[in-house]
């Protein structure tokens, strides 16, 4: 996916820019217009500001990722992402990684993951084959493709070291909007919506293997349950049973195999997710004094993916303490917003009130009710709506780029752990001059639209023949979310950040370039992070001690 670590300018710090959903390059070039490829405008800029020591990647493929927005996606590069930088760690090269806005996740997911493996002392199968493929790690499984956990567990011990991520100097986040996924919970699992679900407490070396449940109840139910069913549904003598009651007798056999197996996993993927959030505060505390997030108060992509997660859902204060020191829980005063009509029947011609009429023969005359008219009565009043609320949940899933099986997207935040109250994301100054400039570009995408309605008028052509071959030039820089990245302001932020964390930078060149009150700014949201970190965890062992 990538080879960034080859470069040859070794002794300098490195710098990694991890690209955001939809803005990958579907051809894999390193060269381009966007912004983390060679040649662009934002490369250029790095190229020529960023300080003594540091630089980009010379040679060497760029990291890419499929930038679709799922989160299925950001996982999976996030575990290239990890084996660029444990590759990094075992050559000796530190780095900095700037993520915009799913890029952001993508980082995050792999210092977490980092953190979770470490605790664990066992590598993920996923990780393991990204390091095979980067040549860090060498391929002796059997070849099925998964690997035993004595050999995962056996491979840790080889890169432990290295997921340490010692080499790591600073991470920058532009726009990210930070995603908590907990688990939906159900059958003998416990979901983020029962009163006892917590995440307060240590994780220990149990909590990273599978419940010991699952794997006894699925071996019961296949032994006690679905091998007699099987064989009594196959045997033709057996009781003179007929063939209807025997494929009767199979078919609910298969059915309660594949409840079961379905409670087996979601048990499965909520412990994972558990466990997963359960460390999340402290890998936070760990990286948080490398990190800078940058954000805009009316960044679309944040405001937009917050509208999206449930009005019910508690605060994550309240989650991170033990459910018998939380007060007592307020009935939610916040709905979801009411699900619109997406699909009904059509009506019957016979309420279709046409002239001249067409009336399908006795419908129009005859006075009573019809089959059909009864029928779609019924189905638009009581299958319908359930119909139109399933879609709505998987457009809702859809626009969350949640895809993971029995998960739900809980909290939508600023910050890597949702912490984030009263936080600010820009100086003031700067935050105002890009929405100014948003609001600026958004009136030319219009004036734009409207060129190109008018020349497809004056040229007697459709629109579509005229949209299709017009790339609005504007269209890009009307969104605050996708300015980060050009702004020079911003981009002297990311230096500073860079240049202060550095250990290659001379100290008179961290503030070359750089506003007084920006690097005052900067300083300040460093220590206000650092202190919102230690205060959540004071809090939380508190209330778990007490």
């Given at each position: 996916m990538t080879d960034s670590g080859a470069d040859s300018l070794v002794q300098d710090e490195i710098v990694i820019l991890v690209h955001g959903t939809f803005a990958g390059d579907k051809d894999g070039n390193d060269e381009g217009h966007r912004w983390w490829q060679r040649g662009s405008d934002t490369w250029r800029w790095l190229e020529d500001n960023l300080p003594p020591g540091v630089g980009l990647p010379q040679n060497g493929r760029l990291f890419h990722w499929s930038g679709a927005n799922t989160q299925s996606a950001r996982l999976s590069a996030s575990m290239e992402l990890l084996a660029l930088l444990v590759e990094l760690e075992r050559k000796g090269r530190a780095y900095h990684l700037v993520g915009h806005s799913h890029g952001g996740s993508v980082i995050w997911e792999a210092l977490l993951t980092s953190q979770v493996l470490r605790r664990g002392g066992m590598l993920a199968d996923h990780l393991y084959h990204a390091l095979v493929r980067r040549g860090v790690l060498s391929d002796d499984d059997s070849g099925f493709g998964a690997v035993g956990n004595r050999s995962l567990a056996?491979?840790?011990?080889?890169?432990?070291?290295?997921?340490?991520?010692?080499?790591?100097?600073?991470?920058?986040?532009?726009?990210?909007?930070f995603l908590c996924h907990l688990p939906q919970g159900g059958l003998l699992a416990r979901g983020w919506r029962d009163r006892k679900f917590s995440l307060a407490g240590e994780v220990r070396p149990r909590d990273f293997k599978a419940p010991r449940w699952t794997a006894p109840l699925a071996l019961t139910y296949m032994l006690g349950v679905f091998g007699p069913s099987l064989l009594l549904s196959l045997a033709v003598s057996w009781f003179?049973?007929?063939?209807?009651?025997?494929?009767?007798?199979?078919?609910?056999?298969?059915?309660?195999?594949?409840?079961?197996?379905?409670?087996?996993?979601?048990?499965?993927?909520?412990?994972?997710?558990?466990?997963?959030?359960?460390?999340?505060?402290?890998?936070?505390?760990?990286?948080?004094?490398?990190?800078?997030?940058?954000?805009?108060?009316?960044?679309?992509?944040?405001?937009?993916?917050?509208?999206?997660?449930?009005?019910?859902?508690?605060?994550?204060?309240?989650?991170?303490?033990?459910?018998?020191?939380?007060?007592?829980?307020?009935?939610?005063?916040?709905?979801?917003?009411?699900?619109?009509?997406?699909?009904?029947?059509?009506?019957?011609?016979?309420?279709?009130?046409?002239?001249?009429?067409?009336?399908?023969?006795?419908?129009?005359?005859?006075?009573?009710?019809?089959?059909?008219?009864?029928?779609?009565?019924?189905?638009?009043?009581?299958?319908?709506?359930?119909?139109?609320?399933?879609?709505?949940?998987?457009?809702?899933?859809?626009?969350?780029?949640?895809?993971?099986?029995?998960?739900?997207?809980?909290?939508?935040?600023?910050?890597?752990?949702?912490?984030?109250?009263?936080?600010?994301g820009l100086p003031d100054r700067i935050d105002a001059a890009l929405e100014r400039n948003a609001m600026a570009h958004a009136g030319l995408l219009g004036l734009e639209v409207r060129q190109m309605i008018a020349r497809a008028a004056m040229n007697g052509t459709r629109l579509p023949g005229i949209a299709a071959g017009q790339q609005l030039s504007v269209s890009g820089k009307a969104l605050v979310h996708t300015s980060y990245c050009t702004d020079p302001e911003v981009l002297r932020m990311i230096r500073h950040h860079i240049a202060v964390s550095s250990k290659t930078c001379q100290a008179e060149a961290t503030g070359a370039g750089t506003a007084a009150d920006v690097r005052g700014w900067i300083a300040a949201t460093r220590e206000h992070v650092a202190e919102k970190v230690t205060s959540h965890d004071a809090q939380v062992h508190s209330a778990t001690a007490s």
């Open positions: 056996r491979k840790y011990q080889a890169v432990s070291s290295e997921l340490e991520l010692g080499r790591l100097r600073s991470w920058t986040t532009l726009g990210t909007p003179e049973l007929s063939w209807i009651i025997r494929l009767i007798w199979l078919v609910l056999a298969i059915a309660g195999l594949k409840y079961t197996l379905k409670v087996v996993v979601r048990g499965d993927v909520t412990h994972a997710l558990t466990t997963r959030a359960r460390l999340a505060r402290s890998a936070f505390a760990r990286f948080s004094s490398r990190w800078l997030g940058l954000y805009a108060a009316t960044d679309e992509a944040i405001t937009g993916l917050r509208a999206l997660c449930p009005p019910e859902a508690p605060g994550y204060a309240e989650l991170a303490v033990p459910p018998a020191q939380r007060e007592i829980p307020r009935k939610p005063t916040a709905q979801w917003p009411r699900v619109p009509t997406l699909l009904r029947l059509n009506a019957p011609l016979k309420h279709v009130a046409l002239a001249p009429q067409v009336s399908m023969g006795y419908g129009y005359y005859f006075t009573g009710s019809t089959l059909t008219e009864d029928a779609y009565g019924r189905v638009n009043k009581w299958f319908m709506p359930g119909v139109n609320a399933a879609l709505a949940k998987r457009l809702l899933r859809t626009g969350q780029g949640c895809d993971v099986p029995y998960t739900d997207l809980v909290h939508v935040s600023t910050w890597p752990v949702p912490i984030d109250a009263g936080a600010v």
